[in-house]
């Protein structure tokens, strides 16, 4: 949901990365559905696992939980958000995660990307 919502938002102002320690098969339904209620399309988003590579290629990595499983280097910008796992929930208990990252994702693209 962050990927997506940083793509709408910010546009061509930054690269995205998505990528998990441990990802699932396939992108919650609910979330899909909770995305597409505030007009965006996450149905093609496919799950990937996080690479140091691309760690290394980031300027700012956000985290969500993974802890000793993210790539640390130096020079790069942290953030670990911590929110509740939309895993296994219905669109009504994804809705208020779906909101809390817009409000992440509209502050950290204010402070590295504004208009």
Aim: aromatic letters at 4%; hydrophobic letters at 45%; glycine letters at 8%.
């Amino acid at each position: 949901m962050a990927a997506g919502f940083l793509t709408h938002l910010a546009g061509d102002r930054v690269e995205v990365r998505s990528a998990g320690s441990l990802p699932a098969d396939e992108v919650n339904p609910a979330a899909i559905e909770a995305m597409r209620e505030v007009g965006v399309d996450i149905a093609t988003a496919t799950p990937k696992v996080l690479t140091a590579e691309a760690v290394q290629a980031s300027d700012c990595v956000i985290t969500m939980g993974c802890g000793d499983a993210c790539p640390v280097f130096p020079g790069r910008t942290y953030l670990d958000w911590q929110l509740d796992d939309p895993a296994g929930k219905g669109v009504e208990a994804v809705r208020p995660i779906r909101d809390d990252i817009r409000r992440r994702v509209e502050a950290l693209i204010a402070e590295i990307a504004p208009r």
